[in-house]
């Protein structure tokens, strides 16, 4: 995940989603996530971190739970959360951000 880094470095806003596969909430999350995707298109990017895969990755962001999801711009972190978000309360979260 050496990309990692670089990634959250982008101008525009990064929702990262720690999840793991055999999490019921994370495969909820999932088409919640392409919905966001979909309206929000360019104006985000996110990305899916596997936390079994990438175990020193998920205990750098002190990732407890799954599903949690934090938002980066420019390397930083803006927001974050675990559980469930829906669709339209994570779209005004990313939308009304201070960027």
Do not use: D, H, M, T
């Given at each position: 995940m050496s990309t990692f880094s670089t990634i959250i470095q982008s101008e525009k806003p990064v929702l990262v989603d720690f999840f793991a596969t055999w999490c019921?909430?994370?495969q909820t999350l999932a088409p919640?996530?392409?919905e966001v995707k979909d309206k929000l298109g360019e104006q985000i990017s996110i990305i899916k971190i596997d936390v079994d895969k990438n175990?020193?990755?998920a205990a750098q962001y002190q990732v407890r739970?799954?599903?949690t999801m934090?938002?980066?711009q420019n390397g930083k972190q803006l927001w974050r959360q675990?559980?469930?978000v829906g669709s339209s309360d994570?779209?005004?979260i990313i939308t009304t951000q201070k960027y």
């Open positions: 019921g909430p994370c919640i996530l392409k175990q020193q990755l739970g799954v599903p934090i938002l980066f675990s559980g469930v994570l779209i005004k």
